[in-house]
Every structure is written in structure tokens, then in C-alpha cells.
């Protein structure tokens, strides 16, 4: 099993919708998470953090965490054309969980 | 001032060039990283300096040859790379190491071995 997992999509949603992406992990990482969002040609910004079991809202996303099931989710609200872009999950692990390992990524189409 | 600067944006080099990657961080911050990305691929940890001292090194070819002058800088020197090398290189920072430490990335350098 991969430390942390993502269905690599495409995810297609209209605009204006929900839009969910998931993740899973294994018990080898850290139960800290960020989700990040990478535009393609361009760098990964970190969008959403993630440290305890529940909910966690920031403007138009959610992340959720449910350390029980080993699942973590991102909630994108009202979705915009513009969050179209593949989101990147990740967790620390190893000594000192100084590195970050990341799933394969999700990428999520809005369609006007 | 959150950001991470890169350079350069681009790079091309041949096999028997020597480069060096720049990166820089005005956020206080004593952990930074180098990842490297292929395309359509998530980032892969190449490297890590904590407090200004290697930490981690992922196995990586002695081609690539990290140094941290300053808590503020980190370099990533190239010599005799090989084509597969080609892919976006990026730079991250943290506050410290550990697991709640959030990284915030580099805009990153585009390099192609020829």
C-alpha cells in the first residue's frame, strides 16, 4: 500500500458545484496533512492544513480528517473555473517527520 | 514577506556544464528543502536542511551537490547531469522540521539537460 493515496481523475464538476477530493493514507505518515494546489507549469501552493480529527473551513474549501478510517478530504465549494488545477495531498513521515510524501495528485476540472 | 524566490526560472545545460540552482527565504525560517518534479508526477524530496545543517539526503547522485550558506539560502549545485535530470526543480521552506510545520514553495526552476 502507498503511504498516501488520491484517484488521479480527472475530476469534472460544473460550476457552482461541490467539488470532493480524497485521500488516503497508511499508518507509516504522520496524521498531520496539507492539501495543496499545483496549476500546471507553476509550483505547489499550500491551500489547507490539518492536524486533528473533523472539519476544518477556510473561505470555499473544507478539509476533513477522519483519523479512524485513515481518510482525509477536501471540500471546494461554489466551484470556479479557475479551480481547475491537479490538488496534491500530503503527509510528513520518517525521523523527525522532516519529509513530506505526497499522493499522485487529483486533478479537477470546473466546466463553466 | 511569505515567499520563496528561485533562480533562475529557466535553465539549459549540457552534460559537461557545471550550474548551481538559487533559493531564498526572508521568513525566518531554519528548515528548507529541494524537491524535484516530473512532469505529470508529485514532487520527490531530494534534500533537507535543518538549522543550516544537512539532515536528510534521499539517496540522491552525487551530481547534485546541496549547500546552505545562510539560514536565508540554499544552493544546488549540477555537474555532468544527464538528460533524465531534466525537470522542475523546487525549493521549500518551513518554520522548523516536523510533523505541524507547514512548507510553502519556491516558484521553482525549469531545468533541461541537453
Known amino acids: 500500500q502507498k503511504e498516501v493515496e488520491q484517484n488521479s481523475g480527472p475530476l469534472s464538476v460544473p460550476e457552482g458545484a461541490i467539488a470532493s477530493l480524497n485521500c488516503t493514507y497508511s499508518?507509516?505518515?504522520?496524521?498531520?496533512f496539507f492539501w495543496y494546489r499545483q496549476y500546471s507549469g507553476k509550483s505547489p501552493e499550500l491551500i489547507m492544513s490539518i492536524y486533528s480529527n473533523g472539519d476544518k473551513e477556510d473561505g470555499r474549501f473544507t478539509a476533513q480528517l477522519n483519523k479512524a478510517s485513515q481518510y482525509v478530504s477536501l471540500l471546494i465549494r461554489d466551484s470556479q473555473p479557475s479551480d481547475s488545477a491537479t490538488y496534491l495531498c500530503?503527509?510528513?513521515?520518517?525521523?523527525?517527520?522532516?519529509?513530506?510524501?505526497f499522493g499522485t495528485g487529483t486533478r479537477l476540472l470546473v466546466s463553466p | 514577506d511569505t515567499e520563496v524566490t528561485q533562480t533562475p526560472k529557466h535553465l539549459v545545460m549540457g552534460m559537461t556544464n557545471k550550474k548551481s540552482l538559487k533559493c531564498e527565504q526572508h521568513m525566518g525560517h531554519r528548515a528548507m528543502y529541494w524537491y524535484k518534479q516530473k512532469a505529470k508526477k508529485p514532487p520527490e524530496l531530494m534534500f533537507v536542511?535543518?538549522?543550516?545543517?544537512?539532515?536528510i539526503n534521499e539517496s540522491v547522485p552525487s551530481r547534485f551537490s546541496p549547500e546552505c550558506p545562510n539560514s536565508s539560502l540554499l544552493n544546488l549545485h549540477l555537474h555532468a547531469l544527464q538528460p533524465e535530470d531534466s525537470a522542475l526543480y523546487l525549493c521549500a521552506s518551513s518554520q522548523g522540521p516536523g510533523e505541524m510545520n507547514e512548507q510553502f514553495f519556491g516558484p521553482g526552476t525549469r531545468l533541461t539537460v541537453l
Open positions: 536542511y535543518s538549522y543550516e545543517k544537512l539532515s
Open positions: 500530503a503527509a510528513p513521515k520518517g525521523t523527525g517527520f522532516q519529509k513530506l510524501v
Open positions: 499508518d507509516r505518515v504522520s496524521q498531520s
